[in-house]
């Protein structure tokens, strides 16, 4: 099952899958391409898991261990390489809340977002190759991104499991937070990201942008109602 909460401009989509510690199979695909056609207006979009034992375990191998030939996987792995984009190209910001492990294919869910928030006692690793497969989601070339080519060869081509901390260090979470406090301070945090402001930042921050593009940009802030407003209250404190 896919949930998916609309409120004040922030599409939160909850995978929930407890039986298989939200793993993903051919419906739940579908159930994703649907929130995500649902979640389109949002200002800012989160994509987490139910539950405190994982954000999401990978492919569900029970489910996709149906397709047997090269055809049937290749379309599997291209068709969640797909939904992987869409997320990575939504329009507004993209955090990643991961309640619990992401291991797997998990873990290119999570790197397909712009934010990583974790709790304190995650871990997350591209552990493909214990199962003698490579990430086909569009995890590894994220990856790469993220920690570099280097890094993430060692971390895809052992498949090492990183703790928070560890992940943290390395560049591959942007925020680490006590489990007490994870589930207000995901929240916080995607609520600060459902601006108008921040979706022009992401377009600054992840395409390449001419001086006029980003001059454009701000001048459509500036003269804004809301930007007005909140100078207003700035310029009003010194009086």
Known sequence: MVELELEDGLAVLTIDRPHARNAIDLDTMGELEKALDAAGDARALVVTGAGEKAFVS???????????????ASAMALRMRALCDRISAFPGPVLAALNGHALGGGAEVAVAADIRVAADDVRIGFNQTKLAIVPAWGGAERLARLVGPGRALLLAGTGRVLDAAEAERAGLLDLVLPRTRFAEGWREVARSLATRQAREIKHLTTRTRSPQEAAAAFARLWVSEEHWQAAERVMSRGK
């Open 58 to 72: 990978g492919g569900d191998l029970k489910e996709l261990a149906r397709l047997r030939t090269e055809p049937e």
